[in-house]
């Protein structure tokens, strides 16, 4: 398996658009020996108060969020969608409450620090809790918006995170 080299982030070449909503992202986190990851398509990245960020959409009733909120970290894991496209639909459709998603996806987790991420990730973001707010009805201008989005008024969380290292396999870029 191909070793990971840190990448300065200005040299990041990625899409948000097509990684996120054609290829989709894991997010994981760890809380003591707990460690979960699901899918997600919601975030971004970018630059806010003068630090290099991503940011997600996290439901309340996902079991990753109870880990993102007990840790200071969460990594963002972007693997080839072709070659793990069932691991990456079942990742996202069962919770880590009732079972190791983990290991059912067979999935190798190495760490940055004490950071876990997948060592079949092709790019990984290591990102370090800046904010957490939660959205309510209110935040919309867009009424609409929250009711196809939200029909069970369980609205996201939208974390900040600060982008501490970036992590790319070192037979690309
Ligand atoms: C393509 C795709 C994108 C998803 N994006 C998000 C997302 O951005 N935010 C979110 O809260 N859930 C998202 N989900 C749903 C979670 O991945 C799913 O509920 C998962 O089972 C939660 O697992 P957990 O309970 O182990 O945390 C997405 C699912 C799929 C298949």
Same mark, same amino acid.
């Given at each position: 398996? $191909?070793?990971?080299?840190?990448?300065?982030?200005?040299?990041?070449?990625?899409?948000?658009?097509?990684?996120?909503?054609?290829?989709?992202?894991?997010?994981?986190?760890? $809380?003591?020996?707990?460690?979960?990851?699901?899918?997600?398509?919601?975030?971004?990245?970018?630059?806010?108060?003068?630090?290099?960020? $991503?940011?997600?959409? #996290?439901?309340?009733?996902?079991?990753?969020?109870?880990?993102?909120?007990?840790?200071?970290?969460?990594?963002?894991?972007?693997?080839?969608?072709?070659?793990?496209?069932?691991?990456?639909?079942?990742?996202?459709?069962?919770?880590?409450?009732?079972?190791?998603?983990?290991?059912?996806?067979?999935?190798?987790?190495?760490?940055?620090?004490?950071?876990?991420?997948?060592?079949?990730?092709?790019?990984?973001?290591?990102?370090?809790?800046?904010?957490?707010?939660?959205?309510?009805?209110?935040?919309?201008?867009?009424?609409?918006?929250?009711?196809?989005?939200?029909?069970?008024?369980?609205?996201?969380?939208?974390? #900040?995170?600060?982008?501490?290292?970036?992590?790319?396999?070192?037979?690309?870029?």
């Amino acid at each position: 398996m $191909a070793k990971f080299k840190k990448i300065d982030p200005k040299k990041i070449y990625m899409n948000p658009f097509s990684d996120l909503d054609d290829t989709w992202m894991l997010i994981t986190a760890r $809380a003591g020996e707990k460690i979960n990851t699901m899918t997600a398509s919601w975030g971004g990245f970018g630059v806010l108060w003068n630090k290099n960020v $991503a940011y997600i959409f #996290v439901r309340p009733q996902r079991y990753t969020r109870e880990l993102i909120d007990k840790s200071d970290y969460f990594s963002l894991n972007f693997l080839d969608h072709e070659l793990y496209k069932e691991e990456l639909e079942y990742l996202g459709r069962a919770s880590g409450r009732d079972e190791d998603k983990i290991a059912k996806a067979q999935l190798s987790v190495a760490y940055s620090s004490d950071v876990p991420y997948f060592k079949q990730a092709d790019k990984v973001l290591i990102c370090r809790k800046l904010s957490r707010q939660q959205i309510t009805k209110d935040s919309f201008m867009e009424k609409q918006l929250a009711e196809e989005n939200y029909p069970e008024d369980d609205y996201s969380i939208v974390y #900040v995170g600060e982008l501490e290292e970036f992590l790319s396999k070192e037979d690309q870029n």
